[in-house]
């Protein structure tokens, strides 16, 4: 995988937990909903940071698509911080390609990115896993 080409995987990524967090944040309230706000906010920022990164090495950052679709129906909390967890995990899982590239700025800026990610993600869940972001299957 190219650096653009794990850069456009991470954007991707990025574009479908905003989109992810604005579904679940209906769902929540409290400490949680701030939670959900927050952790929108920085993909968003991530999202900003990957477009220029990506830009920068002379390619266009792939569009954020229209709709996306959820792994499941959320309905309550319960299923909103599912998704959360989800969402964050799939985050991790893109910038685990980020860290395969052999330019060491972005080895770098992947590896904060999936720590970042790995730990909203157990936030959500309420656990951590061993190797966030590798499928156990």
Do not use: C
């Amino acid at each position: 995988m190219t650096a653009v080409q794990a850069l456009q995987a991470a954007l991707a990524a990025e574009d479908a937990a905003i989109f992810g967090y604005g579904v679940a944040g209906a769902h929540l309230s409290g400490s949680r909903k701030s939670a959900a706000e927050q952790y929108w906010t920085g993909h968003n920022e991530a999202r900003d940071t990957l477009t220029a990164m990506i830009s920068a090495l002379g390619a266009t950052p792939v569009a954020a698509r229209a709709l996306y679709q959820l792994p499941f129906e959320v309905h309550d909390a319960a299923s909103a911080a599912a998704l959360a967890a989800y969402l964050e995990d799939g985050v991790t899982r893109a910038y685990l390609g980020v860290v395969a590239v052999s330019d060491q700025r972005l080895r770098t800026f992947g590896a904060l990115a999936m720590q970042g990610s790995a730990e909203r993600a157990a936030f959500w869940r309420g656990t951590t896993e061993a190797f966030p972001g590798l499928d156990a299957s």
